[in-house]
Protein backbone atom coordinates (compact mmCIF):
# COMPACT_ATOMS: atom_id res chain seq x y z
CA UNK A 1 0.00 0.00 0.00
CA UNK A 2 1.51 3.56 -1.01
CA UNK A 3 1.05 5.99 1.03
CA UNK A 4 0.27 9.68 0.89
CA UNK A 5 1.50 12.14 3.53
CA UNK A 6 -1.82 13.77 4.51
CA UNK A 7 -5.51 14.05 2.56
CA UNK A 8 -3.78 17.26 1.42
CA UNK A 9 -1.71 15.68 -0.95
CA UNK A 10 -4.73 14.07 -2.61
CA UNK A 11 -6.40 17.53 -2.48
CA UNK A 12 -3.20 19.21 -3.72
CA UNK A 13 -2.42 16.63 -6.70
CA UNK A 14 -6.34 17.53 -7.85
CA UNK A 15 -5.96 20.73 -7.89
CA UNK A 16 -3.08 20.86 -10.56
CA UNK A 17 -4.75 18.37 -12.60
CA UNK A 18 -7.03 21.20 -13.15
CA UNK A 19 -4.37 23.93 -13.77
CA UNK A 20 -2.53 21.72 -15.84
CA UNK A 21 -5.65 22.15 -18.14
CA UNK A 22 -6.60 25.63 -17.12
CA UNK A 23 -3.10 26.87 -16.73
CA UNK A 24 -3.52 30.24 -16.94
CA UNK A 25 -4.63 33.01 -14.82
CA UNK A 26 -7.30 33.53 -16.92
CA UNK A 27 -8.76 30.45 -16.96
CA UNK A 28 -8.07 29.48 -13.06
CA UNK A 29 -10.61 32.88 -12.61
CA UNK A 30 -12.84 31.34 -15.27
CA UNK A 31 -13.35 28.49 -13.29
CA UNK A 32 -13.23 30.16 -9.54
CA UNK A 33 -10.28 28.50 -8.81
CA UNK A 34 -8.52 29.69 -5.22
CA UNK A 35 -5.06 28.03 -5.10
CA UNK A 36 -4.13 26.86 -1.55
CA UNK A 37 -0.69 26.57 -0.81
CA UNK A 38 1.26 25.38 2.55
CA UNK A 39 2.30 28.19 5.23
CA UNK A 40 4.77 26.51 6.57
CA UNK A 41 8.01 24.11 5.29
CA UNK A 42 7.13 20.55 6.17
CA UNK A 43 6.12 18.93 9.54
CA UNK A 44 7.42 21.54 11.95
CA UNK A 45 8.25 24.72 12.15
CA UNK A 46 11.60 24.43 14.18
CA UNK A 47 12.95 21.32 11.92
CA UNK A 48 13.96 21.67 8.49
CA UNK A 49 11.89 19.60 6.18
CA UNK A 50 14.96 18.12 4.65
CA UNK A 51 15.81 16.64 7.84
CA UNK A 52 12.01 14.94 8.49
CA UNK A 53 12.08 11.72 7.09
CA UNK A 54 10.17 11.97 3.90
CA UNK A 55 6.85 9.40 3.06
CA UNK A 56 7.84 6.90 0.45
CA UNK A 57 11.41 6.85 1.52
CA UNK A 58 11.06 4.77 4.84
CA UNK A 59 12.01 1.60 5.90
CA UNK A 60 9.56 -1.88 6.04
CA UNK A 61 9.56 -0.79 9.67
CA UNK A 62 8.33 1.88 9.64
CA UNK A 63 6.42 2.03 6.57
CA UNK A 64 4.73 -0.63 9.07
CA UNK A 65 4.06 2.30 11.60
CA UNK A 66 2.96 4.40 8.80
CA UNK A 67 0.44 2.06 7.94
CA UNK A 68 -1.00 1.43 11.28
CA UNK A 69 -1.45 5.13 11.62
CA UNK A 70 -3.34 5.74 8.65
CA UNK A 71 -5.07 2.75 9.06
CA UNK A 72 -6.39 3.80 12.96
CA UNK A 73 -6.68 7.62 12.50
CA UNK A 74 -7.70 7.63 9.05
CA UNK A 75 -4.32 10.23 8.53
CA UNK A 76 -0.72 10.51 8.33
CA UNK A 77 -0.20 13.46 10.84
CA UNK A 78 2.55 15.58 11.55
CA UNK A 79 3.11 14.27 14.78
CA UNK A 80 3.74 11.32 13.32
CA UNK A 81 6.15 12.69 11.19
CA UNK A 82 8.04 14.20 13.82
CA UNK A 83 7.71 10.96 16.00
CA UNK A 84 9.37 8.38 13.70
CA UNK A 85 12.75 10.20 14.86
CA UNK A 86 12.44 7.38 17.34
CA UNK A 87 10.27 4.23 16.04
CA UNK A 88 10.37 2.34 18.78
CA UNK A 89 7.96 4.81 20.86
CA UNK A 90 6.09 6.04 18.24
CA UNK A 91 4.61 2.37 17.75
CA UNK A 92 3.93 2.39 21.62
CA UNK A 93 2.57 5.82 21.41
CA UNK A 94 0.17 4.59 18.53
CA UNK A 95 -0.84 1.61 20.32
CA UNK A 96 -1.72 3.27 23.62
CA UNK A 97 -3.73 6.40 21.84
CA UNK A 98 -5.87 3.54 19.67
CA UNK A 99 -6.76 1.79 22.70
CA UNK A 100 -7.67 5.20 24.34
CA UNK A 101 -9.82 6.34 21.39
CA UNK A 102 -11.26 3.31 19.45
CA UNK A 103 -11.09 0.13 21.68
CA UNK A 104 -13.73 -0.73 24.38
CA UNK A 105 -13.63 1.35 27.19
CA UNK A 106 -15.43 2.99 30.08
CA UNK A 107 -16.60 5.98 28.10
CA UNK A 108 -18.62 6.36 24.92
CA UNK A 109 -16.61 7.33 21.65
CA UNK A 110 -17.53 11.16 21.27
CA UNK A 111 -16.59 11.48 24.90
CA UNK A 112 -13.48 10.60 24.14
CA UNK A 113 -12.82 12.92 21.67
CA UNK A 114 -14.22 15.58 23.60
CA UNK A 115 -11.95 15.25 26.96
CA UNK A 116 -9.02 15.29 23.84
CA UNK A 117 -10.78 19.25 23.56
CA UNK A 118 -10.68 20.28 26.44
CA UNK A 119 -7.69 19.20 27.71
CA UNK A 120 -5.73 20.71 24.14
CA UNK A 121 -7.86 23.91 24.75
CA UNK A 122 -6.29 24.29 28.27
CA UNK A 123 -2.59 25.31 26.28
CA UNK A 124 -4.69 27.12 23.47
CA UNK A 125 -3.47 24.12 21.29
CA UNK A 126 -5.61 24.72 18.32
CA UNK A 127 -3.93 21.77 15.95
CA UNK A 128 -4.94 19.06 18.62
CA UNK A 129 -8.52 20.97 18.75
CA UNK A 130 -9.00 20.64 15.04
CA UNK A 131 -7.93 17.29 14.75
CA UNK A 132 -10.16 16.08 17.46
CA UNK A 133 -13.30 18.48 16.47
CA UNK A 134 -12.92 16.45 13.23
CA UNK A 135 -12.89 13.24 15.34
CA UNK A 136 -16.09 13.93 17.53
CA UNK A 137 -18.07 14.77 14.51
CA UNK A 138 -17.09 11.53 13.01
CA UNK A 139 -17.95 9.23 15.37
CA UNK A 140 -21.34 10.98 15.91
CA UNK A 141 -20.52 13.77 18.51
CA UNK A 142 -23.30 16.97 18.97
CA UNK A 143 -22.54 20.00 16.56
CA UNK A 144 -23.96 22.30 19.37
CA UNK A 145 -21.26 21.20 22.03
CA UNK A 146 -18.67 22.77 20.19
CA UNK A 147 -20.43 26.42 20.64
CA UNK A 148 -18.53 25.67 24.23
CA UNK A 149 -18.57 23.69 27.45
CA UNK A 150 -21.51 25.14 28.31
CA UNK A 151 -23.61 23.17 25.60
CA UNK A 152 -22.39 19.97 26.79
CA UNK A 153 -23.84 17.62 29.53
CA UNK A 154 -23.10 18.82 32.64
CA UNK A 155 -21.41 14.97 33.12
CA UNK A 156 -18.74 16.81 30.82
CA UNK A 157 -18.80 20.22 32.48
CA UNK A 158 -17.93 19.04 35.64
CA UNK A 159 -15.24 18.02 34.45
CA UNK A 160 -13.48 21.50 33.69
CA UNK A 161 -12.45 21.92 37.16
CA UNK A 162 -10.13 18.74 37.11
CA UNK A 163 -9.05 19.68 34.08
CA UNK A 164 -7.64 23.14 34.97
CA UNK A 165 -5.91 21.96 37.96
CA UNK A 166 -4.19 18.81 36.37
CA UNK A 167 -2.87 21.17 33.07
CA UNK A 168 -1.48 23.86 35.63
CA UNK A 169 -0.88 23.05 39.51
CA UNK A 170 -1.88 19.18 40.05
CA UNK A 171 -0.66 19.47 43.39
CA UNK A 172 -3.77 21.20 44.32
CA UNK A 173 -5.75 17.76 43.28
CA UNK A 174 -7.19 16.07 46.71
CA UNK A 175 -10.36 13.49 47.41
CA UNK A 176 -12.75 16.42 47.70
CA UNK A 177 -12.13 16.90 43.49
CA UNK A 178 -12.73 13.54 43.38
CA UNK A 179 -15.94 12.96 45.61
CA UNK A 180 -17.55 15.94 43.84
CA UNK A 181 -16.85 14.07 40.35
CA UNK A 182 -17.90 10.73 42.00
CA UNK A 183 -21.11 11.55 43.96
CA UNK A 184 -23.22 14.32 41.64
CA UNK A 185 -25.97 12.22 41.52
CA UNK A 186 -27.53 12.28 38.24
CA UNK A 187 -24.36 13.46 36.70
CA UNK A 188 -21.89 11.52 38.74
CA UNK A 189 -18.94 9.40 36.97
CA UNK A 190 -18.01 6.16 37.70
CA UNK A 191 -14.55 5.21 39.13
CA UNK A 192 -13.74 3.43 35.37
CA UNK A 193 -14.82 6.57 33.08
CA UNK A 194 -13.19 8.62 35.68
CA UNK A 195 -10.10 7.00 35.04
CA UNK A 196 -11.01 6.92 31.58
CA UNK A 197 -10.88 10.51 31.55
CA UNK A 198 -7.82 11.17 33.62
CA UNK A 199 -5.48 9.17 31.31
CA UNK A 200 -7.01 10.72 28.19
CA UNK A 201 -6.66 14.65 29.98
CA UNK A 202 -2.82 13.50 30.70
CA UNK A 203 -2.40 12.30 27.71
CA UNK A 204 -3.61 15.70 25.77
CA UNK A 205 -2.35 18.23 28.32
CA UNK A 206 1.41 16.51 27.27
CA UNK A 207 0.89 16.20 23.73
CA UNK A 208 0.02 19.48 23.36
CA UNK A 209 3.30 20.34 24.91
CA UNK A 210 4.97 17.97 22.42
CA UNK A 211 3.43 19.60 19.38
CA UNK A 212 4.47 22.99 20.86
CA UNK A 213 7.51 21.80 21.49
CA UNK A 214 8.65 20.34 18.39
CA UNK A 215 7.44 23.34 16.71
CA UNK A 216 4.42 20.89 15.08
CA UNK A 217 2.47 22.67 11.59
CA UNK A 218 -0.60 22.52 10.83
CA UNK A 219 -1.73 20.15 7.88
CA UNK A 220 -2.59 22.22 4.88
CA UNK A 221 -6.09 21.15 4.62
CA UNK A 222 -5.98 22.15 8.38
CA UNK A 223 -7.07 25.81 9.50
CA UNK A 224 -3.86 27.69 9.81
CA UNK A 225 -2.21 25.46 7.50
CA UNK A 226 -2.57 27.14 4.21
CA UNK A 227 -2.86 30.80 2.23
CA UNK A 228 -4.47 31.32 -0.38
CA UNK A 229 -2.03 34.47 -1.37
CA UNK A 230 0.58 34.09 -4.00
CA UNK A 231 4.40 33.91 -2.63
CA UNK A 232 6.00 36.96 -3.69
CA UNK A 233 8.62 34.58 -5.74
CA UNK A 234 8.90 35.32 -9.66
CA UNK A 235 9.76 32.27 -11.32
CA UNK A 236 7.25 29.52 -9.36
CA UNK A 237 5.52 27.05 -11.41
CA UNK A 238 1.84 27.35 -10.45
CA UNK A 239 2.02 22.88 -10.25
CA UNK A 240 5.03 23.25 -8.50
CA UNK A 241 3.22 25.56 -5.47
CA UNK A 242 0.54 22.58 -5.66
CA UNK A 243 3.13 19.95 -5.24
CA UNK A 244 4.98 22.08 -2.35
CA UNK A 245 7.70 22.16 -4.42
CA UNK A 246 8.40 25.25 -3.42
CA UNK A 247 11.81 25.94 -5.12
CA UNK A 248 13.83 28.05 -2.78
CA UNK A 249 16.38 26.33 -0.60
CA UNK A 250 15.89 26.21 2.92
CA UNK A 251 18.39 27.62 4.55
CA UNK A 252 18.62 26.33 8.45
CA UNK A 253 19.45 29.20 9.95
CA UNK A 254 21.94 29.09 12.40
CA UNK A 255 20.82 29.29 16.20
CA UNK A 256 21.60 31.78 18.72
CA UNK A 257 23.27 34.26 15.54
CA UNK A 258 26.76 35.02 16.28
CA UNK A 259 27.15 31.28 18.04
CA UNK A 260 30.20 29.93 16.56
CA UNK A 261 30.38 25.65 15.47
CA UNK A 262 33.68 26.08 17.81
CA UNK A 263 31.77 27.18 20.56
CA UNK A 264 28.92 24.72 20.35
CA UNK A 265 31.04 21.75 20.22
CA UNK A 266 32.86 23.06 23.34
CA UNK A 267 29.63 22.67 25.08
CA UNK A 268 29.14 19.15 24.18
CA UNK A 269 32.84 18.60 25.12
CA UNK A 270 32.20 20.20 28.50
CA UNK A 271 28.58 18.53 29.35
CA UNK A 272 30.56 14.80 28.99
CA UNK A 273 33.27 16.23 30.92
CA UNK A 274 30.54 17.66 33.58
CA UNK A 275 29.18 14.02 33.25
CA UNK A 276 32.36 11.84 33.67
CA UNK A 277 33.16 13.68 37.05
CA UNK A 278 29.72 13.49 38.19
CA UNK A 279 30.04 9.61 37.94
CA UNK A 280 33.46 9.58 39.87
CA UNK A 281 32.30 11.71 42.83
CA UNK A 282 29.23 8.78 42.81
CA UNK A 283 31.68 6.29 43.32
CA UNK A 284 34.18 7.89 45.32
CA UNK A 285 31.29 9.60 48.55
CA UNK A 286 27.46 9.52 48.69
CA UNK A 287 25.81 12.53 50.63
CA UNK A 288 23.56 11.92 53.51
CA UNK A 289 19.68 12.41 53.45
CA UNK A 290 19.80 15.19 54.97
CA UNK A 291 22.24 16.61 52.36
CA UNK A 292 20.01 15.45 49.95
CA UNK A 293 16.60 16.91 51.27
CA UNK A 294 18.31 20.21 51.11
CA UNK A 295 19.34 19.67 47.33
CA UNK A 296 15.97 18.84 46.17
CA UNK A 297 14.23 22.08 47.87
CA UNK A 298 17.29 24.49 46.61
CA UNK A 299 16.19 23.06 42.95
CA UNK A 300 12.81 23.14 43.68
CA UNK A 301 12.67 27.06 44.63
CA UNK A 302 15.26 27.68 42.07
CA UNK A 303 13.19 25.81 39.59
CA UNK A 304 10.31 27.98 40.51
CA UNK A 305 12.73 31.30 39.31
CA UNK A 306 13.03 29.95 35.71
CA UNK A 307 10.99 32.18 33.77
CA UNK A 308 8.65 30.92 30.98
CA UNK A 309 9.22 32.43 27.99
CA UNK A 310 6.93 35.52 27.00
CA UNK A 311 8.16 35.94 23.48
CA UNK A 312 6.15 37.38 20.61
CA UNK A 313 6.97 34.67 18.23
CA UNK A 314 5.48 31.80 19.72
CA UNK A 315 3.36 29.91 17.09
CA UNK A 316 -0.11 31.65 16.36
CA UNK A 317 -3.10 30.23 17.41
CA UNK A 318 -7.37 30.44 17.36
CA UNK A 319 -9.09 31.09 20.14
CA UNK A 320 -10.12 27.96 21.56
CA UNK A 321 -11.09 29.30 25.24
CA UNK A 322 -14.57 28.37 24.42
CA UNK A 323 -14.35 24.99 25.07
CA UNK A 324 -12.81 25.54 28.60
CA UNK A 325 -13.86 27.91 31.68
CA UNK A 326 -11.85 30.38 33.79
CA UNK A 327 -9.15 31.04 31.00
CA UNK A 328 -7.05 32.98 33.64
CA UNK A 329 -6.15 29.97 35.68
CA UNK A 330 -2.29 29.06 34.79
CA UNK A 331 1.34 27.67 36.14
CA UNK A 332 1.95 31.53 35.67
CA UNK A 333 0.15 32.10 39.21
CA UNK A 334 1.51 29.78 41.16
CA UNK A 335 5.54 31.46 40.72
CA UNK A 336 4.01 34.88 42.37
CA UNK A 337 6.04 35.59 45.97
CA UNK A 338 4.63 33.00 48.87
CA UNK A 339 3.00 30.42 46.73
CA UNK A 340 4.18 27.00 47.40
CA UNK A 341 4.02 23.45 46.35
CA UNK A 342 4.54 20.78 48.89
CA UNK A 343 6.51 17.95 48.15
CA UNK A 344 5.33 14.76 46.89
CA UNK A 345 7.65 11.80 47.85
CA UNK A 346 7.62 9.04 45.31
CA UNK A 347 8.60 6.60 48.21
CA UNK A 348 5.08 7.13 49.51
CA UNK A 349 3.36 6.97 46.22
CA UNK A 350 4.53 5.82 43.11
CA UNK A 351 3.72 4.82 39.64
CA UNK A 352 5.35 1.55 39.51
CA UNK A 353 3.55 0.16 43.41
CA UNK A 354 0.20 2.34 43.38
CA UNK A 355 -0.85 4.38 40.23
CA UNK A 356 0.09 1.09 37.69
CA UNK A 357 -2.45 -1.36 39.48
CA UNK A 358 -4.65 1.18 40.16
CA UNK A 359 -4.99 1.97 36.42
CA UNK A 360 -4.87 -1.51 35.49
CA UNK A 361 -7.91 -2.81 37.94
CA UNK A 362 -10.35 0.15 36.80
CA UNK A 363 -9.73 0.41 32.66
CA UNK A 364 -8.13 -3.24 31.72
CA UNK A 365 -4.58 -3.18 29.86
CA UNK A 366 -4.31 0.48 30.06
CA UNK A 367 -1.74 0.60 32.71
CA UNK A 368 0.35 -1.68 30.88
CA UNK A 369 0.26 0.02 27.63
CA UNK A 370 1.39 3.13 29.93
CA UNK A 371 3.75 1.97 31.49
CA UNK A 372 5.60 0.45 28.59
CA UNK A 373 5.27 3.92 27.29
CA UNK A 374 7.44 5.49 30.26
CA UNK A 375 9.84 2.87 29.70
CA UNK A 376 10.28 3.14 26.47
CA UNK A 377 10.52 7.05 26.69
CA UNK A 378 13.03 7.02 29.63
CA UNK A 379 15.36 4.00 28.83
CA UNK A 380 15.66 5.26 25.37
CA UNK A 381 19.02 5.74 23.94
CA UNK A 382 21.13 5.28 21.12
CA UNK A 383 24.50 5.29 22.92
CA UNK A 384 25.25 8.74 20.46
CA UNK A 385 25.64 12.79 21.77
CA UNK A 386 26.28 14.78 19.49
CA UNK A 387 28.64 13.85 16.74
CA UNK A 388 30.01 11.24 19.64
CA UNK A 389 29.07 7.68 19.87
CA UNK A 390 29.34 5.16 22.65
CA UNK A 391 27.95 7.65 25.19
CA UNK A 392 25.94 6.13 28.19
CA UNK A 393 23.86 9.09 28.50
CA UNK A 394 21.72 7.35 31.62
CA UNK A 395 22.64 10.15 33.63
CA UNK A 396 21.43 13.20 31.57
CA UNK A 397 18.25 11.69 31.01
CA UNK A 398 17.53 11.02 34.45
CA UNK A 399 18.17 14.43 35.13
CA UNK A 400 15.95 15.90 32.69
CA UNK A 401 13.52 13.49 33.78
CA UNK A 402 13.67 14.10 37.75
CA UNK A 403 13.81 18.11 36.87
CA UNK A 404 10.40 18.14 35.59
CA UNK A 405 9.04 16.14 38.25
CA UNK A 406 11.07 18.29 40.92
CA UNK A 407 8.85 21.57 39.03
CA UNK A 408 6.11 19.72 40.34
CA UNK A 409 7.00 18.67 43.37
CA UNK A 410 8.07 15.51 43.18
CA UNK A 411 10.93 13.71 45.21
CA UNK A 412 12.99 11.01 44.19
CA UNK A 413 14.59 10.28 48.00
CA UNK A 414 17.73 8.69 46.12
CA UNK A 415 18.40 11.08 43.63
CA UNK A 416 21.09 13.68 44.27
CA UNK A 417 19.40 16.51 42.62
CA UNK A 418 23.01 18.68 42.30
CA UNK A 419 23.40 16.89 39.52
CA UNK A 420 20.34 18.98 37.82
CA UNK A 421 22.23 22.46 37.79
CA UNK A 422 25.68 20.34 36.84
CA UNK A 423 23.79 19.05 33.87
CA UNK A 424 21.21 21.51 32.65
CA UNK A 425 22.06 24.73 32.07
CA UNK A 426 19.93 27.73 32.12
CA UNK A 427 18.76 28.09 28.04
CA UNK A 428 17.87 24.08 28.56
CA UNK A 429 15.96 24.85 31.84
CA UNK A 430 13.85 27.76 30.19
CA UNK A 431 12.68 25.26 27.34
CA UNK A 432 11.76 22.41 29.50
CA UNK A 433 9.75 24.72 31.87
CA UNK A 434 7.86 26.56 29.67
CA UNK A 435 7.13 23.22 27.26
CA UNK A 436 5.94 21.41 30.15
CA UNK A 437 4.21 24.33 32.28
CA UNK A 438 3.11 27.31 29.25
CA UNK A 439 3.98 25.12 26.02
CA UNK A 440 2.09 27.77 23.86
CA UNK A 441 4.87 30.29 24.84
CA UNK A 442 7.38 27.99 22.87
CA UNK A 443 9.59 29.71 20.14
CA UNK A 444 12.03 28.82 17.91
CA UNK A 445 14.19 30.79 19.45
CA UNK A 446 14.20 28.69 22.51
CA UNK A 447 14.19 25.77 20.78
CA UNK A 448 17.46 26.96 18.79
CA UNK A 449 19.30 27.75 21.53
CA UNK A 450 19.52 24.87 23.95
CA UNK A 451 21.95 22.20 22.84
CA UNK A 452 22.93 23.88 19.40
CA UNK A 453 24.93 21.00 18.31
CA UNK A 454 23.09 18.22 18.83
CA UNK A 455 20.65 16.69 15.87
CA UNK A 456 17.42 17.15 15.87
CA UNK A 457 16.66 13.73 16.51
CA UNK A 458 17.88 14.18 20.10
CA UNK A 459 15.70 17.27 20.65
CA UNK A 460 12.75 15.12 19.62
CA UNK A 461 13.98 12.42 22.62
CA UNK A 462 14.33 14.90 24.73
CA UNK A 463 10.33 16.23 24.06
CA UNK A 464 9.74 13.09 24.69
CA UNK A 465 11.03 12.73 28.00
CA UNK A 466 9.38 15.57 28.83
CA UNK A 467 6.04 14.54 27.65
CA UNK A 468 5.75 11.06 29.18
CA UNK A 469 7.53 12.87 32.77
CA UNK A 470 4.72 15.21 32.74
CA UNK A 471 1.32 12.76 31.85
CA UNK A 472 3.10 10.80 35.08
CA UNK A 473 3.51 13.80 37.25
CA UNK A 474 -0.08 14.44 36.63
CA UNK A 475 -1.30 10.94 36.92
CA UNK A 476 0.67 10.64 40.34
CA UNK A 477 -1.23 13.20 41.68
CA UNK A 478 -4.73 12.48 40.38
CA UNK A 479 -4.03 8.59 41.27
CA UNK A 480 -2.81 9.83 44.65
CA UNK A 481 -6.36 11.77 45.17
CA UNK A 482 -8.34 9.00 43.73
CA UNK A 483 -6.83 6.40 46.28
CA UNK A 484 -7.50 8.47 49.01
CA UNK A 485 -11.25 8.67 48.22
CA UNK A 486 -11.44 4.86 48.00
CA UNK A 487 -9.48 4.26 51.45
Known sequence: MRLAATASHNQAYAVQGLLCNHGTSRGRKELGIRIPRPLGHGPSRFIPEKEILQVG???????????????????????TLVMVFHPQYLGSFLKTQHYLLQMDGPLPLHYRHYIGIMAAA?????????????????????????????NAPHKLQNLGELNKILAHRPWLITKEHIEQLLKTEEHSWSLAELIHAVVLLTHYHSLASFTFGCGISPEIHCEGG?????????????????NGNHGVDETHVSPAGSISTTESFCEVEALMEKMKKLQECRDEEEASQEEMATRFEREKRESMSVCCSEDEESAPTR?????????????????????????????????????????????????QLIDEKFHIAYDLTYNTMAMHKDVDTSMLRRAIWNYIHCMFGIRYDDYDYGEINQLLDRSFKVYIKTVVCTPEKTT????????????????????????????????????????????
Open 444 to 487: KRMYDSFWRQFKHSEKVHVNLLLVEARMQAELLYALRAITHYMT
Open 122 to 150: RHQCSYLVNLHVNDFLHVGGDPKWLNGLE
Open 319 to 367: DVSRHFEDTSYGYKDFSRHGMHVPTFRVQDYSWEDHGYSLVNRLYPDVG
Open 226 to 242: HTFKLPSVSNYCICDIT
Open 57 to 79: NEDAQMHTLFADSFATLGRLDNI
